[in-house]
């Protein structure tokens, strides 16, 4: 009923005449909005403007910045009274966020995430616990709409109360949850100190991770741990919620729904395309939605394409995992480096714990990368095995990042300790 | 557009002829439960049993004991697969209640939501806050879905954080809020404190106050705080949520939706209805739900139905505020008392504090009921106005509860404090 083989499985060819129709109508619709009348008139850009995908690349960028100075209608592009809700950031620092939608734009949400949900198997005879927050946090709402669209039967539990969310569990046969990687994790634990196996004690067969950066490895644990099959989840709240990209049961990367958005990689420093399977900033552009399109708006989130075809028959090109924030990232030798990519190599050796720093230097005339990481807690400390790891993380890294860095293994604790958001990078070259 | 006069304003004839109707395709669904299956079975009852809405007094009543001892699915009337949404209590004793909902249940509980709020010129040109928690309390989804079913632009800010709730106010231009009385107050401190005259600053016009008892003169001082006109609202769960009774502008007590309930008011000890006008405990049963109906549910809930016709024009009776939970009532020389009959009373004179105490105790072979209640700050030690006051509440109280108490004026302090729920009924009969 969620499946929709004309749209998942459309020829290449034909989502982008789909594609540039729905760009030219955002266009249109976009120019209705004080924000994009200005920022597009100045260009004399219009629907006109575009005949194919490619062109997409003759429109301006739209930012997080953008957003906050036009805060909080500026960028909305229909009479107000056509909007029936808004999300808005908690905005810490500055003016917070806001995306506002019409009745269209929640209806094409929840449609996009049944789909999702769908494709991972989750039916009308599921029973589908929501642990997000509700209210402001897209994930909430987001979730319950798509869920109830299908025909789940949805448990809104809301974030918190770990005995409260085992005892729905339990009690309402839960077969499917949307939940954070980390507190998947709690929640196992709970179950456990309950004195309930996940494997055998309840019915839990899916689980949705999202909103949380994790490894394959962390996701492979929970998988085992709760005797489900985790999938991830990609949304945000400028693209609306939950419902941007979602793994089939493949899980070998995340369908994008390019009917709804646009996607183009780009690197965060030139600003230019870069080769398909190239890490990069993703940027995405509203096809479907009404009251407030964006465009072109970079997320700042780093992933790259994944070349090649699916098994599952879907045409939308797939994401890979989040690869941290282009904000992270650094140049060394005309090289992109994220520290993510160096991350995901280290978190493959168990010999190594879970501390690390990265040094960048100016030697000579040379910048030079250098990446010192702790061992683990029972490793030797024979000369030669340490030589002949050192040699194969060396090896790994440069297959990753195409550039050989210095590495050397440290004892462990003798690296800087740090609560929270450890500073992963230090970049003493001269400017 | 959710003003429907052919149902508001229906003959009483017509309703009752529809409410027959609803009521047997209700009965019809319920058999499918195994609860209503045991007890109707037990009594030979089926839809054929009815044939005037008098005939629902046939039926047995079920009770928040019968939820639990059937919890989760035991009333449940359809299969679960048509079930997409439950709601449960946080059943901090015993067994929670869980009330199920189909997609039918949710679009008639939105438009129900949807008839209140319209009722009192909510429109889709209207910015609504909800300050209800989401998730799992039906204040939250009940008028999110409620409020954009009717066009109006939704801001789902959720529980807590004030300054936040204010910020929303001031740079939404929030039109309409949904809020506790007490929070409505809390709010209007801190809009003052952050130096912004709600009445003059804001654009805020109406609110909605459910959810907690509160007085007439609470009521009008949180209109003249914040410059709005305020609505009561009422709703539990297990009808789904708000949109049971809500207050049309005369604001004269709370038309009852009699298509989607049928109501009695009940003696909570004979349990045989009382005359229109007395106060009773509350029983509903739903006219217009699937999954799960409810026949003849005792909410514990006490009021009164108001007699006469609204000026409105509205034929769907109306419940005046609620007057507390029919366990706290008490019966002297074979009337039946509520506390919240009493401290309406009390809280009338602008002479007396807001701590009291009512005695019922044996004297000879009679049972007295005696009120203590303590006099405010600044009042009088003049004894001649000390008797005049003694007086008149006594009058008045006896205009109330058909009952002439003995009062008892005391100093300030005087009365045993406590904190949280006051102990107000001291019961010193032999029994
Ligand atoms: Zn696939
Ligand atoms: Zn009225």
Known sequence: MYYQPEIETIKRSELQKLQVERLKRSIDIALHSPFYAKILGEKGITSDSISTVEDIRKLPFTTKADLRE???????????????????????????????????????????VARCMYMVGIRNTDVFQNTSGYGMFTGGLGFQYGAERLGALTVPAAAGNSLRQVKFITDFGTTAIHAIPSYATRLAEVLFECG????????????????????????????????????????????????????????????????????????????????????????????????????????????????????????????????????????????NIFPMQIEKILLQFKELGTNYLITIETIGNNDELMIDVELGELFTDDYSQLQQLTKEITHRLKDEILLTPKVKLVDRGSLPQSDGKAVRVKDLRKK
């Not at 809700?85 to 620092?93: C, E, K, Q």
């Not at 407030?292 to 394409?305: A, H, N």
């Open 70 to 112: 036009y805060y909080p209608f500026g960028l909305v592009a229909t009479d107000m009274k056509n909007v029936v809700r808004l999300h808005s950031s908690s905005g810490t620092t500055g003016n917070p966020t806001v995306i506002c939608h019409s009745q269209h734009d929640l209806d094409q949400w929840a449609n996009r």
């Open 196 to 335: 309930i196996d996940p494997r055998k004690d309840t019915k839990l067969k899916t689980l949705i991770i999202g909103a949380e950066p994790h490894t394959e490895e962390q996701r492979k644990r929970i998988e085992e741990l709760l005797g489900v099959k985790a999938y991830n989840s990609f949304g945000m709240s400028e693209m609306s919620g939950p419902g941007v990209a979602f793994e089939c049961t493949y899980q070998n990367g995340l369908h994008l729904w390019e009917d709804c958005f646009l996607m183009e990689i780009i690197d965060p420093e030139t600003l230019e395309p870069v080769p398909d399977g190239e890490i990069g900033e993703l940027v995405l552009t509203t096809l479907d939605r009404d009251a407030m399109p964006l465009l072109r708006y970079r997320t700042r989130d780093l992933t790259r394409i994944i070349p090649g075809e699916c098994p599952c028959g879907r045409t939308h090109r797939r994401i890979d995992r989040l690869k941290g924030r282009s904000d992270d990232m650094f140049i060394v030798k005309g090289v």
